[in-house]
């Protein structure tokens, strides 16, 4: 970890063109090492907190005399509005600014130089917000949720993210917590004062708000499949074999000609990928060679990327060709589709229905899959499909608003496990086990519960979540 | 460790206070091997108990199994003196039985004095203490009232709540520790001018009746454990006749006299100004707080077995004497009762205990140990068991050996030491079992197993202690093995717990590999499966599949009410004594529980070893809140576990120490 007490600067904005650039600086000097470099009407250092000031940043070449007159003119580097933001009522809770710059690579990076050269250390991806945590500003769900606020790529990911930056989950999560701490409470009175207490070891309306508490886990976690597509975003390959007309509905469902179709099987040679959005979530689409035997090398590698993408998918699109029979191509596709979720299209309806949807649903006995009659290059049956998707990829188990859900991958793992130990708990108590067996699951549960707020966090998992960041954020 | 000159007055450690605190303290020093001196007013208050009369109790017994452990001697006196032995808790897991034992008081102190006039190396000075005395800022000598000093190379003080001690009974007050006993005024001061930060808390005891003004008919009796457990591991078997205790109650009437006579309690009056314990509510304070409950239990237990004493537990009052015997007489048994004494509350000062390290020594004057209630706590276990840390801690620092600590995976002593010196404290520290994350892995019953080679090592147990406890270990190990082996009928142990069945166990004869070696692991597994499903982590049922009908004993006895008994009854001999046998159940059925909380102290144990240098709490440490900054150069704490259970410091806190802690650790 680098050290936490000096003053850090980074641009804070994405690089690439735009119309404004924000640098910014953090740390108890951060004042100081931002007048250095600006020329303005006031020295920052006086200026009250959330003031902004117009002025230049500019580069000095030679120190100043000891009289304090500056002995060589300083070079203007760019135009810019600094806004001072003093301890503790900061985004770092330590004195801050950020100096807006001209867009574009180059004034925001020669802003910068400045004030590395003025003593500000280049922060490392994430610090800012890391020092935001470490400072107590923001709790471990929030800090994280400004990685996500930053990379949402869809409108429901930025919204999941805002909630759960404003400290929704956080609420959540410590509500439960509470109850939980509560029920432990009776627990642990009864064991420790059998003599004052005394009664069974864990009463009825522990019991009830134990299964209470499972529920409401239950309820955070069933819409975690669907809020982490949103945040995370899901790959879907277009698989079949050859001919069947994948980079056809690749196109289609991209409304753009983007995949080369031609009559001739095995066209599509290498993967091609595009992302569209669907219920909220960005999804990656791609078209991938046609799956058989070849002998062919370049399709041969082309098969292996099929196999490749098939295997790290959350859903597999598998275009059958229903004017067709299915074959043994068809058949051994089925087999490796098997324990994924699948939706299947079923297409060239337009041409025939040699294949039915029973047919097709016959050889993924016991997957999780839909099955959509369409005409690609009709246009038919399109919506259809896409409904089919989202819901295979959760959207309909939460409608609803988002605030609140559980999108990140350790949260749900957390919650899961508090989840399991609440479940231990109530069959311990069930089975007659004693108290204090109880208690040890409901201790775990909540220990699980903390590591969502940071209330009991180790070490290593601070570190995972910081490394994460992006420079700026 | 040699004396120079062999004057009286020159000791390695002396201790001030003979009370359960500086007893142990005493003989802790004297065990290594130190010229020590115990101080104390009268010789022969030596152990009083001034309040129940009694040792143990839940958590408290779990302490006393691990003092006698160490090499302690709370649980021999115990024996000797105790009167009536009961096991706490007997309805709940073992994990929460706890040992109690009522005993003779006038024995208890008589038992331990003994113990400490045969202990070589201890001399017992009757004196006040008034001073400690520094040289170039270590402790070299207390300095008595009489203006006698005692030259030491450390000293253990142990006042109780003679410190600056205050008597309230009703409007009277009265400067003295005990009732009729002086105020130790003069030390408390003393301390004060070495820059300690007091505070001031409040206890109470409940009147005493004579035993034949009492309706002993009208009441419940409530007989003793048999045959009784001895709390020492070193006792062999207790020959006793075992006394009654009886129980009455409070009700309504009772409820009115304290209500109406509320303005004569110092309690509520604002005279106390010291806050008592909230889990050992006075009774004015049990019907102001709690004014649903129309009754409560008030046991009566006696103070020992030839004394009229009868202590009445559940009753602790400041009111006036006059007030006391009219609630008395309203409880059924009581109605013609005698008072003997009356109940009182005393106030007396405490030093803050973040001021101390882990070792009980003052942070800021090196040699001086305190232990007992001048830490903040109450009870006799907890005094017994800081008397004994201080006492080998004050040993260790004369002779140079590295502090003696104990973690709080290791035992409840370990527990109770690092709360009083990390969490804040706004009420007397008492023991409970919750206060022990790793609970299920420090039993009374493995005291010996978690503590004895230490307590050797010490040089506070003989070979011959130590080697007692490698046998029960090994020998708990092998029957295990032996019961891994054994088949048995599951409809046998099923119906064990009635009618006998015989010769439905076999020995498997052909074992996979070599004899030892092969087996271990065997056994390993075949417990795992019972316990698997015990702890929920596992398959739902495991001896359900091919050879339904049989499975091995050690399943059987892992099973939800497997006992040792009932394998005996279904045929399968035990060779272990009674008391092993229960060890090997609790580790057998609760084995995946056990291993669980094992491998959460070892995570812990992690953050524990990452040790923070004093030097940085003169630093800036920027990047901490305030109030985190300030809880921290406050109690300095010395790793960054303890850092963690300060109350105020956050996780983000923690994190930033890790780093300095890391910083710490990779400068030269």
Known sequence: MPPLDDTIAAIATATGAGGLAVVRVSGSAALATADAVFEGGERLESAPSHTVHHGWVVARECAEAADGAAVAPARRLDEVVAAVFRAPRSYTREDVVELSCHGGELSSRRVLAALLAAGARLASPGEFTLRAFLNGRIDLAQAEAVADVVRAETERGHELALSQLAGELSRTVNALSDRLADALAEVEARVDFAEDVGGIEVPEHVLATIAGLEASLAGLLQGAAYARAVREGVRVPLVGRPNVGKSSLFNALLGEARAIVTDVPGTTRDRVSEAIELAGIRVTVSDTAGMRETGDAVESIGVARAREALADCAVALWVVDGAAPLDDNDERIARELAGKRVLVALNKRDLGEATTLAQVGTLLDGAQRRVVAVSATQGLGLEALRQALAALLGAGEADGSLSGAVGNRRHAEALERARAALDRAARAAGEGLPGEIVALELREALAALGEVTGRSVGEDLLERIFSKFCVGK | ?668
């Open chain 2, 1 to 668: 460790m040699a004396r120079g000159d062999g004057s009286d007055d020159r000791f390695d450690v002396v201790v001030v206070g003979a009370g359960h605190a500086g007893c142990e303290a005493a003989l802790a020093c004297a065990g290594i091997g130190l010229h020590t001196a115990l101080v104390t007013v009268r010789l022969e208050d030596t152990a009083k108990m001034s309040c129940n009369p009694a040792v143990g109790g839940i958590a408290k017994g779990h302490m006393v199994r691990e003092i006698d452990a160490l090499g302690g001697a709370m649980g021999l006196v115990t024996d000797r003196a105790g009167i009536q032995f009961k096991m706490l808790n007997r309805g709940r897991g073992p994990a929460v039985w706890s040992p109690r034992a009522q005993c003779d008081k006038a024995r208890y102190s008589a038992e331990m004095a003994q113990l400490l006039g045969t202990t070589p190396g201890l001399a017992r000075v009757a004196g006040v203490v008034h001073h400690v005395r520094l040289a170039g800022g270590r402790v070299c000598g207390v300095e008595l009232a009489d203006g006698r000093m005692l030259r030491c190379r450390a000293a253990v003080i142990t006042p109780g709540t003679f410190l600056n001690g205050l008597i309230h009974i009703g409007p009277r007050r009265l400067a003295g520790g005990r009732i009729g006993e002086h105020a130790a005024l003069a030390l408390s001061e003393c301390l004060a001018e070495l820059g300690l930060e007091r505070g001031r808390l409040k206890t109470g005891t409940p009147p005493r009746l004579h035993r034949d003004s009492i309706d002993w008919e009208a009441l419940e009796p409530q007989p003793g454990d048999e045959p009784p457990m001895p709390f020492s591991h070193w006792t062999e078997r207790l020959d006793l006749d075992q006394v009654l205790c009886h129980l009455t109650h409070t009700h309504a009437g009772t409820h009115q006299v304290i209500r109406n006579n509320l303005h004569l309690s110092p309690l509520y009056s604002g005279a106390i100004k010291g806050t008592g314990p909230r889990y050992c509510p006075s009774l004015e304070d049990k019907v102001v707080k709690f004014p649903e409950r129309s009754s409560h239990h008030v046991f009566l237990e006696p103070e020992g077995r030839d004394v009229p004493e009868i202590y009445v537990n559940g009753v602790s009052t400041s009111l006036p004497e006059e007030v006391q015997i009219e609630f008395v007489r309203t409880m059924p048994g009581l109605e013609r009762a005698h008072m003997l004494r009356p109940g009182y509350a005393v106030e007396y000062d405490f030093v803050l205990p973040h001021q101390l390290g882990p070792t009980l020594e003052v942070k800021t004057v090196p040699g001086l140990f305190l232990a007992g209630q001048i830490c903040g706590t109450s009870g006799y276990e907890e005094a017994a068991a800081q008397g004994l840390m201080a006492g080998i801690n004050a040993a260790h620092a004369v002779t140079g050996r590295p502090p003696f600590v104990l973690r709080r995976d290791q035992a409840y002593i370990g527990v109770l030491i690092d709360d009083l010196v990390t969490r804040e404290h706004r009420e007397p520290y008492r023991m409970f079992t919750s206060a022990a994350e790793h609970r299920l892995i420090m039993r009374a019953d493995n005291a010996d197993e978690r503590l004895s080679e230490l307590g050797h090592a010490l040089g506070l147990l003989t070979s011959a202690q130590v080697d007692r406890v490698r046998a029960k270990v090994a020998a708990l190990a092998a029957e295990e093995r032996r019961l891994a082996r054994v088949m048995v009928s599951m409809a046998a142990v099923s119906a064990a717990s009635g009618t006998a069945v015989g010769a439905a166990a076999r020995e498997i004869t052909a074992v996979a590999s070599g004899e030892e070696g092969g087996t271990a692991p065997s056994a390993e597994e075949s417990a795992g499966l019972g316990n698997a499903r015990r702890a929920g982590l596992g398959a739902e049922s495991g001896p359900a599949s091919a050879a339904a009908s049989t499975m091995t004993a050690l399943d059987a006895l892992a099973r939800p009410h497997g006992s040792v008994r009932a394998l005996r009854a279904a045929g399968v001999p035990c060779p272990l004594p009674d008391d092993w046998a229960a060890c090997l159940e609790v580790r057998v059925r609760y084995r995946g529980y056990i291993e669980r909380q094992a491998r959460t102290a070892q995570q812990m144990t992690a953050l524990e070893c990452l040790a923070l240098p004093q030097s940085l709490w003169q630093g800036t440490l920027s990047g901490l809140s305030r109030e985190a900054r300030e809880k921290l150069v406050r109690w300095k704490p010395s790793s960054v576990g303890q850092a963690s259970r300060i109350a105020g410091v956050t996780p983000a806190d923690v994190a930033i120490l890790l780093v300095h802690a890391r910083r710490a650790a990779a400068a030269p």
